[in-house]
Nanobody, 122 residues
Framework: QVQVVESGGGLVQPGGSLRLSCAAS????????MDWYRQAPGKQRELVAG???????NYADFVKGRFAISRDNAKNTVYLQMNSLKPEDTAVYYC????????????????WGQGTQVTVSS
């Protein structure tokens, strides 16, 4: 069982930086896959970045070179460092945790955070 809570959103000027945090509860955080999604008004929710339990990362093309995802298992926290922010990055950012349970770890579970607003505007 994992529950997540996002924080760190706010208002930032174009070209600025922001770091989002996702704090997770539960003793199995170290074996979860953690993802950041975002959803802008009138648009579908889209994957921004992900990180596996082993630290492998992946990014959407529109954030490559600008965003970085990381995790600190000792703190049960995943981060999204956002640099060179653009107005089109404005969205609600959601943290998602995925893990597996059952005898053979074949049953998947997921947990969404409540979201944190990021607004990029001058």
């Amino acid at each position: 069982q994992v529950q997540v809570v996002e924080s760190g959103g706010g208002l930032v000027q174009p070209g600025g930086s922001l770091r989002l945090s996702c704090a997770a509860s539960g003793s199995i955080f170290s074996r979860t896959v953690m993802d950041w999604y975002r959803q802008a008004p009138g648009k579908q929710r889209e994957l921004v970045a992900g990180i596996t339990s082993g630290g492998s990362t992946n990014y959407a093309d529109f954030v490559k070179g600008r965003f970085a995802i990381s995790r600190d298992n000792a703190k049960n926290t995943v981060y999204l460092q956002m640099n060179s922010l653009k107005p089109e990055d404005t969205a609600v950012y959601y943290c998602h945790a995925k893990w597996w349970e059952g005898y053979l770890r074949t049953e998947s579970y997921g947990s969404w955070g409540q979201g944190t607003q990021v607004t990029v505007s001058s």
